[in-house]
């Protein structure tokens, strides 16, 4: 079975006394309601990983990075390695955020290179898919999401999958206030889990999380959180405001199974 999880993607948000009190708040909280069907996880800007990891040691959170550099250690100005999250005691990396994809024009051949150089290091990648508003009303939004799939994972061993954790983003509902329906998106995860079985079987893909990422709130995680092959979410605006934080890892908790 697939590993459920609340994630909070914090983007270039928050200051360290806003970071540290947002995981704090979460600690507290899970120690006051114990988790036992989910992983909890933040997501916070790199200035902030070293304090996170150490305000989440010993806790029930853990500590993922934004992105990494595709190479080891070396002449890559502003870019940090695989092993130097290693070393700050980070335990997961988003790879492929639709926002390093269009904004900083990280193409599928350099997310491949990230997704292997991050199992290579014992990371376990969040690698992100998701298509446009445009690929979508041209129908294109499957073979999109296939090809984006194909493109980073298709090199990969069976047993090597489960370290991966998908995130299916749709970039018309990031940030956006628009959601795909509880049906859009469980009717994209059902086609990624089937296309994971195709890369390696089906056992194999049952046990990979796809977690959908675009404007989750309490007011609609339960709806998607009860899909099937829904695994929990990435979440942007609404992880970084700690009531609703604390709300969507409650709702995660009652619904993800
Ligand atoms: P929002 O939840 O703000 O739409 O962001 C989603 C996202 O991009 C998470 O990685």
Redesign the pocket.
Known sequence: MARKIVAG?WKMNLNLAEGAALVKAANDYLNANPVKHIDVIVAPPAHQLVQTVKLATNTKLSTVAQNMAAHENGAYTGEISASMLVDAGVELVIVG?SERREIFGEDDALLEQKLHKALEHGLYPIFCVGETLEQRKAGEHFKHIENQLQAGLSKFAADQLPQIIIAY?PIW???TGETASNEQAQEMHAFIRKHLATISNAAVADEVSILY????KPANARGLFGQPDIDGG?????SIQIDSFLELIKIGEDILR
Do not use: D, K, M, R
């Open positions: 993607n955020h983003e509902a990031i940030g990422g675009g404007s989750v990435l979440i942007g605006g609404a």
